[in-house]
T-cell receptor, first 116, second 111 residues
Framework: DTAVSQTPKYLVTQMGNDKSIKCEQN?????MYWYKQDSKKFLKIMFS???????INETVPNRFSPKSPDKAHLNLHINSLELGDSAVYFC???????????????FGPGTRLTVL | LAKTTQPISMDSYEGQEVNITCSHNNIATNDYITWYQQFPSQGPRFIIQGYKTKVTNEVASLFIPADRKSSTLSLPRVSLSDTAVYYCLVGDTGTASKLTFGTGTRLQVTL
């Protein structure tokens, strides 16, 4: 049973293309996240959704658009891909994610995106 | 924004106890301290979390002094499979935008 799953695991594409990464969690969590881990291994949050509503939108280009059809899914769509978008993207989920509540984040296996 | 500072890397022999210290001088009153472990090509995995004093689970112990300006993750009797990057985070999930993982500590365990 995979708690947080992502597809695809690897994604190689050309500059300028549009691509999507899917994430699903079967933990019944209310909050889901997208993180980007660059080549220097810095892991930085991009978006956070709570019950299908966007609650955090860090300074990322608007070419990145998260979509949450239901609280078990948070997909990441990227338009007009650039070389600098090459990284590993991790999806995560947590039970609550609201202010004043500290809980554990469960991460997916990651999607390695390579833009050529 | 509570920034954390950890050693970039540590080496240990199998069977030894490993202590990784994290500094977080401007930790806020509501902040918890959480440690994650990340193996190559995998997502981070929760290890332990605490607010003050000592917390222990089946994997590790977390020591937090009274001023909470630092914390120490203790891994008893490490094995080769404990080779990973360990991240210290300070904050609460409600301020996830401020949950920066930083560079972490790369632990290398050898025979």
């Amino acid at each position: 049973d995979t708690a947080v799953s992502q597809t695809p695991k690897y994604l190689v594409t050309q500059m300028g293309n549009d691509k999507s990464i899917k994430c699903e969690q079967n933990l019944g969590h209310d909050t889901m996240y997208w993180y980007k881990q660059d080549s220097k291994k810095f892991l930085k949050i991009m978006f956070s959704y709570n019950n299908k509503e966007l609650i955090i939108n860090e300074t990322v280009p608007n070419r990145f658009s998260p979509k949450s059809p239901d609280k078990a899914h948070l997909n990441l769509h990227i338009n007009s891909l650039e070389l600098g978008d090459s990284a590993v993207y991790f999806c995560a989920s947590s039970l609550a994610g609201l202010a004043g509540v500290t809980d554990t984040q469960y991460f997916g296996p990651g999607t390695r995106l390579t833009v050529l | 924004l509570a920034k954390t500072t950890q050693p970039i890397s540590m080496d240990s022999y199998e069977g030894q106890e490993v202590n990784i210290t994290c500094s977080h001088n401007n930790i806020a009153t509501n902040d918890y301290i959480t440690w994650y472990q990340q193996f190559p090509s995998q997502g981070p995995r929760f290890i332990i979390q605490g607010y003050k004093t000592k917390v222990t689970n089946e994997v590790a112990s977390l020591f937090i002094p009274a001023d909470r300006k630092s914390s120490t993750l203790s891994l008893p009797r490490v094995s080769l499979s404990d080779t990973a990057v360990y991240y210290c985070l300070v904050g609460d999930t409600g301020t996830a935008s401020k949950l920066t993982f930083g560079t972490g500590t790369r632990l290398q365990v050898t025979l």
